[in-house]
T-cell receptor, first 114, second 111 residues
Framework: KAGVTQTPRYLIKTRGQQVTLSCSPI?????VSWYQQTPGQGLQFLFE???????NKGNFPGRFSGRQFSNSRSEMNVSTLELGDSALYLC?????????????FGEGSRLTVL | GQQLNQSPQSMFIQEGEDVSMNCTSS?????WLWYKQDPGEGPVLLIA?????ELTSNGRLTAQFGITRKDSFLNISASIPSDVGIYFC???????????FGTGTRLQVFP
């Protein structure tokens, strides 16, 4: 079956702009979670959506937001971009949610902020 | 909050050698997971452990859930070039549903 699809794979933005990233989970998976990966901080949890509701949230400022649609596809948005937002943003889908830990990751969207 | 510390931070080994890495926490975890991230890819689940003392294998990989529930170990036997990547431990944070990832162990295998 098709894996987790993230778009776009690469993008370049300038400070102050905003960006929207998209994630299509594995068919049948209702949990979608997002992570920020940087060399210095590793993999940091952003938030998790389950059946269109945000179920968990990490320790990121309000500039980072997300949503999930009825078909389980999810988007995350970062407003007023800062240089430090440059990172690989990973989306993961799961059948049962985060407690099982069995996540299926996409290839990520690499964001560069200039 | 809970943190997962992995060691070593990086390893440079020769093809054929065995590899050991570990993950420790200051608090108890009820589930331990090991993921591998290939360059340019997202992490892939290797092994999941759900019971203290559990020893689970997946091909050349063997992982153990520490008896204290505060650590886990991953061993790779007879390493090959495609073992190159970053290995992460992870576990669900207690009292929440957040998944915490370790700091990662970067493995480089030389022919």
């Amino acid at each position: 079956k098709a894996g987790v699809t993230q778009t776009p794979r690469y993008l370049i933005k300038t400070r102050g702009q905003q960006v929207t990233l998209s994630c299509s989970p594995i068919s049948g998976h209702r949990s979608v979670s997002w992570y920020q990966q940087t060399p210095g901080q590793g993999l940091q949890f952003l938030f998790e959506y389950f059946s269109e509701t945000q179920r968990n949230k990490g320790n990121f400022p309000g500039r980072f937001s997300g949503r999930q649609f009825s078909n389980s596809r999810s988007e995350m948005n970062v407003s007023t971009l800062e240089l430090g937002d440059s990172a690989l943003y990973l989306c993961a889908s799961s059948l049962g949610g985060l407690t099982t830990g069995e996540l299926f990751f996409g290839e990520g969207s690499r964001l560069t902020v200039l | 909050g809970q943190q997962l510390n992995q060691s070593p931070q990086s390893m440079f080994i020769q093809e054929g050698e065995d590899v050991s890495m570990n993950c420790t926490s200051s608090s108890i975890f009820n589930t331990w997971l090991w993921y591998k991230q290939d360059p340019g890819e997202g992490p892939v689940l290797l092994i999941a452990l759900y019971k203290a003392g559990e020893l689970t294998s997946n091909g050349r990989l063997t992982a153990q859930f520490g008896i204290t529930r505060k650590d886990s170990f991953l061993n790779i036997s007879a390493s090959i070039p495609s073992d190159v990547g970053i290995y992460f431990c992870a576990g669900p944070q207690s009292n929440t549903d957040k998944l915490i990832f370790g700091t990662g162990t970067r493995l480089q295998v030389f022919p």
